[in-house]
């Protein structure tokens, strides 16, 4: 009688509550550093330690890195995310997530944009914002002649342009063609063009969304951008008490639980 009752009540709980019995899922974190960076950013390392045990993280690094400065185009950026997540999932991983700090967040937001694939995003602190570059006298000369290349069909010329990093201003010399990919104030660098795309073309998925009282754009644009984003009921937008560079580290605790929360790790 007792084996039973033990039997008729397994039997119910995996009626109501089955997702409490189900398996975790395998999982990964594909990582981008933001502007000037490296993959083993010191920014992205405290979300690295809490994650890795848990799922796989994979660090890319991208053309904005300080060793390869706009070396290829922002669609061929996009193109090495897609194919990292393709490896994952090759590979077996149920559950990829794609994210960033600062530059590697905006790209999160322009590759699910232009349709990648992805089970979650995780944009931290949020970065690089051409459509401000017009605005400041030092970078709308390189910027312009950038354009003007480009719209001359001179893809393939070297421009030299300045660069803008929190503030900090630097030279880059690159194909037009490729600057442009970055730098045009309506192009795939344009987060809120992102999000609206992303709103039409694309179906709701979780959102992991942390920025720092400190980082400027958290009074300038963090949230409507944010809000442009389709709704999904599993989306967060955290705040943390950070600055630009820091907020990864702020968060990765609570990374932690979203995720945990997601794959059942």
Not at 30 to 36: A, C, E, R
Not at 67 to 76: K, T
Not at 94 to 105: D, K, L
């Amino acid at each position: 009688m007792r084996l039973g009752l033990r039997l008729l009540l397994a039997w119910a709980l995996l009626a109501v509550g089955g997702a409490a019995w189900a398996q975790p899922v395998s999982c990964a974190l594909v990582l981008m550093h933001g502007k000037w960076g490296m993959p083993q950013s010191p920014y992205l390392k405290p979300v690295v330690q809490k994650i890795q045990p848990h799922c796989q993280v994979k660090l890319l690094e991208m053309p904005w890195s300080r060793q390869r400065m706009y070396d290829r185009p922002y669609d061929h950026a996009l193109a090495q995310i897609q194919q990292t997540v393709t490896e994952l999932r090759q590979s077996g991983v149920q559950w990829v997530a794609v994210g960033g700090q600062s530059f590697g967040a905006n790209a999160s937001l322009a590759y699910w944009a232009e349709g990648g694939d992805a089970d979650a995003l995780v944009p931290m602190a949020p970065g690089h914002v051409p459509e401000v570059f017009a605005n400041i006298a030092d970078a709308r000369g390189g910027i312009d002649a950038v354009r003007q290349r480009f719209e001359a069909g001179q893809g393939e010329d070297l421009v030299t342009m300045t660069d803008i990093n929190q503030g900090q201003r630097r030279a880059v010399t690159g194909k037009a063609s490729a600057l442009w990919s970055y730098f045009n104030p309506q192009g795939l660098g344009n987060m809120a063009l992102s999000a609206q795309k992303a709103q039409s073309t694309r179906q709701p998925l979780p959102v992991f969304w942390a920025i720092g009282t400190q980082d400027p754009l958290y009074t300038s644009g963090s949230r409507e951008i944010y809000q442009k984003l389709p709704i999904h009921p599993d989306s967060l937008y955290l705040v943390v008490n950070a600055n630009h560079a820091n907020t990864p580290e702020a968060a990765a605790d609570d990374l932690w639980r979203w995720l945990k929360a997601r794959t059942g790790r």
